[in-house]
């Protein structure tokens, strides 16, 4: 059974920190691209970052130089870290991972994470 289990969400203020983390299981974690995804009240889910099994990043522009994906193949887990939080970064965190094979894509989902940063 695969699960995504995300942490560290929580509110904060303004210019402040958080850190999420995503723990697996069920999946061969070091050869899955990871994600974070966030969803907004009203707003569709958007990518925040990600990291690929060779540990290649890409972020959103809305976050470039605040927030820093990485991943820990021993833990099997992966890190949002996301530093000088604004209002706007207010949502709904959940992690992926996904695998593309020859016949198939695999893709699950954690449940999710709430952060709120407050003005």
């Known amino acids: 059974q695969v699960q995504l289990v995300e942490s560290g969400g929580g509110l904060v203020q303004a210019g402040g920190s958080l850190r999420l983390s995503c723990a697996t299981s069920?999946?061969?974690?070091?050869?899955?691209?990871m994600g974070w995804y966030r969803q907004a009240p009203g707003k569709q889910r958007e990518l925040v970052a990600a990291?690929?099994?060779?540990?290649?990043?890409n972020y959103a522009d809305s976050v470039k130089g605040r927030f820093t994906i990485s991943r820990d193949n021993a833990k099997s887990t992966v890190y949002l870290q996301m530093n000088s939080l604004k209002p706007e970064d207010t949502a709904v965190y959940y992690c992926?991972?996904?695998?593309?094979?020859?016949?198939?894509?695999?893709?699950?989902w954690g449940q999710g994470t709430q952060v709120t940063v407050s003005p």
């Open positions: 069920g999946i061969i974690f070091s050869i899955n691209d």
């Open positions: 992926n991972a996904a695998r593309q094979t020859l016949a198939e894509r695999y893709v699950y």
């Open positions: 990291i690929t099994s060779d540990g290649s990043t």
